[in-house]
């Protein structure tokens, strides 16, 4: 049975850091590319970052360049996302998202909640 299971969401005061995990299980993790998505109360999920199943490559949304990154080590399950310097009166839930490489095959976790508050 494939599972994504995210964990590591919490309240974080603006400027502050948080790192998200997300463990894999039920599939090879190297065959997978990952991504970490985002999705604040009445908007659509959109993508924050991203990183191809050999760890070479990554993507990030605009608004986290240069302060989120996906750090990936295939021999070491799980992804994580490593998030510095909250911007104020953001709360979304962050869902680990895997795509099989030949993409035949796509998992969403449950999502771990992250409020942004003073």
């Known amino acids: 049975q494939v599972q994504l299971v995210e964990s590591g969401g919490a309240l974080v005061q603006p400027g502050g850091s948080l790192r998200l995990s997300c463990a894999a299980s039920g599939f090879t993790f190297s065959n997978y590319h990952m991504a970490w998505y985002r999705q604040s109360p009445g908007e659509e999920r959109d993508l924050v970052a991203a990183?191809?199943?050999?760890?070479?490559?990554?993507h990030y949304a605009d608004a986290v360049k240069g302060r989120f990154t996906i750090p990936r080590d295939n021999a070491k399950n799980p992804v994580h996302l490593q998030m510095n310097n909250f911007k104020p009166k953001s709360t979304c839930v962050y869902y680990c998202k895997g795509t099989e490489r030949t993409g035949l095959g796509r998992y969403w976790g449950q999502g771990t909640p992250v409020t942004v508050s003073s």
């Open positions: 990183i191809d199943s050999p760890g070479e490559n990554t």
